[in-house]
């Protein structure tokens, strides 16, 4: 089995325009690959992938809301070109096996895959979601709804329901792929047979193949249900068939699957408590609070219009004039509704108990949409209590924050630094990430290399800081770090001069893998050419 060169073209425009991961920050490393591509795409078509042993992904674990840790990984680069290959050409079939978008009851990651390496309709599906759970939630209004979640859904997951779920949604023309994929995430989990990688965006492709053969199972029962991901809303009229179809679904997930329902999230209400407890709506809660404030501006415009007016004024339409100062208000100042409109509701999502992290996260980013930045003493403050939002809340802060932003919190800055939190790994990556933006070099950051846990985010920090002695202290190390500090280290170099830095690089690069090679010829091809300009 072999990778074909039109998906593997494809895989590079997937990873260039998205990310690897959605726990995890882009990639340096793909970069230097495209750089590097016809070396690098010579090397992957000649892989027999029968034979081969994917290298062992990071694994880091990441905050949930209810306390506890999430697993995700962060594959090689390489095996995520792989992975992402693979999983492309199946990715059109697997949507085909699914219940039709038509039918509103799957909502979540419709694959519509693009020229332009998405996988996915640019419709989340989220607003079906929302929209179809209201209509079914009026017509069961007396009636009752189970709500499941499956217990560690992608952790989970049978990677040999996977094999023949595939074989089944080709109809056998797709055996060899299935089998490409299976042996690929057994050699990824090391021989055990459990558990696609968390936060890639094939995983999800076969998550939705599992949750398929799951929603067709549903079907057999009844068609009014909806689904996103792995949340999952089932209606009827009568508590005994809801019970029925628990107990049925139950047995068929763990038979089938051996996936277990959530005890915590998996219950059965009556349609007046989930509406009560579940229908809420992020969006709509941002846009009624936006639309408040705009109603007060107008209001207090209206009544200096109305004292003004000249007596006797018969012409004058209250309706039309309202609209219309309505209209040219929402246009004239919408920057300024926004932002304290993010301000009142990041306050208010952080403040309520427990923490709405479905609005935290919707707010940071529209926030980042806008470059809205009055939030930005807020995240500051409670960054640590929003930890299952810090990646949103880094790549919000990374787009906002300017020299002058990061003067007036410097000392925010710092306590993030010095905070015990810092000492979880993945809560490290990402303030590390965050403190390799080059705002920082401006204000004297006191902080201190020992504070970041990997030698990745130090050499990714040295070179915002352009350390030269941090870099070239690690000269005589390099054989003894893992791929990704090494690799890091060695992009770092790029501080160096040129005379310096590609002996260095080169001697790397004879004795390294395809990325390390990649990387060499990036930086050399650089730096020479800015030596040229």
Known sequence: MKLKENYLEWSLKHLQKYSHSDFYPKLFEIAAIS???????????????????????????????????????????????????????????????????????????????????????????WDTFLSRTQELAKTFEKGFVIIADITDFYNQIYTHRINNLIVEAGNGAYDEQAKAIHNFLLSLNVRTSRGIPVGPAPSTILSELVMGSIDKKIFNYTSDFVRYVDDIRIFFDKFEDAIKTLHELTLYLYTYHRLVFSGEKTKI?????????????????????????????????????????????????????????????????????????????????????????????????????????????????????IRPVIREAVIYLNAVINQRTVAENKAKFEELVSFFYMKLPFINLWVSHLLQNECFNNIGLSMKYDSILSDRGRALIALRQKDTTWVRSCRDNMNVLGPWDKRAVLYATSLLPLDEMKPWVETIAASGDIIDKSIAAFLVSKKKAKKCD
């Open 269 to 385: 209400l009556t349609v007046k408590d989930f509406r009560e407890q579940y229908m809420t709506d992020e969006k709509k809660q941002a846009t009624t609070a936006l639309l408040a404030k705009a109603d007060q501006l107008t209001n207090e415009k209206m009544q200096e219009l109305i004292d003004n007016l000249p007596p006797y004024s018969e012409d004058f339409d209250y309706g039309e004039a309202y609209e219309e100062t309505l209209s040219k208000i929402l246009s004239e100042q919408q920057f300024e509704l926004l932002s304290s409109t993010y301000y009142e509701l990041f306050a208010k999502a952080v403040s309520t108990s427990p923490r709405d992290y479905a609005l935290l996260r919707h707010v940071l980013r529209q926030s980042r949409r806008y470059r809205i930045r009055s939030i930005v003493p807020l995240v500051l403050d409670s960054f640590y209590s």
């Open 35 to 125: 750089h590097n591509w016809l070396e690098v795409k010579k090397y992957l078509l000649s892989l027999d992938l029968d034979a081969y042993q994917p290298k062992s992904p990071m694994i880091n674990l990441a905050p949930k809301p209810n306390g506890n840790f999430r697993i995700v990984h962060q594959l090689d680069p390489i095996d995520s070109f792989i992975y992402t290959s693979l999983v492309r050409e199946v990715c059109e079939v697997i949507e085909q096996y699914r219940i039709p978008e038509s039918e509103k009851i799957v909502c979540s990651y419709r694959i519509k895959p693009d020229l332009e390496g998405s996988f996915f309709s640019n419709d989340t599906g």
